[in-house]
Structure formats: structure tokens, C-alpha cells
């Protein structure tokens, strides 16, 4: 015997969510959603140079070759 389906056969009561209650809650609070009203600005730029220029090198490692007599 499936323990789920005993659970569901003795418990008639539905999920709380499917409630009519809850679902014309859900409805009313989208309803009260107000509409914002939208505007353009001007929006002014500034561009500030930076005081101290900054300066990136790379450096790379190489293995040195020995040299062997011949």
C-alpha cells in the first residue's frame, strides 16, 4: 500500500491555496496595483580624468638554456 495515497484518501480537506478565499485575495491585490506615471530627464555627464596615469607591464619568465660543450 502506497503511504501517499493513504495520506491523500484521509485528508478530504483541499490545499488551503485553492481556497476560494485565497484565490479572491490574489485577485484583489492585483487589482489595487497603481499605474506610475513615467517622465524623460536630462541627464547631465561628466567625465574626470584621472589624476595619476596607471601603467601595466606584462613580464614573462622563460626557462634559460643551459649551454653543453660539443
Do not use: G, W
Amino acid at each position: 500500500m502506497n503511504s501517499l495515497a493513504s495520506d491523500q484518501s484521509n485528508n478530504p480537506t483541499p490545499d488551503a491555496r485553492m481556497q476560494p478565499t485565497s484565490i479572491n485575495y490574489s485577485v484583489q491585490s492585483l487589482k489595487k496595483k497603481t499605474l506610475h506615471e513615467l517622465t524623460v530627464v536630462s541627464v547631465a555627464h561628466t567625465n574626470i580624468p584621472l589624476k595619476e596615469p596607471v601603467v601595466y607591464s606584462k613580464q614573462t619568465q622563460t626557462a634559460q638554456a643551459s649551454l653543453t660543450s660539443l
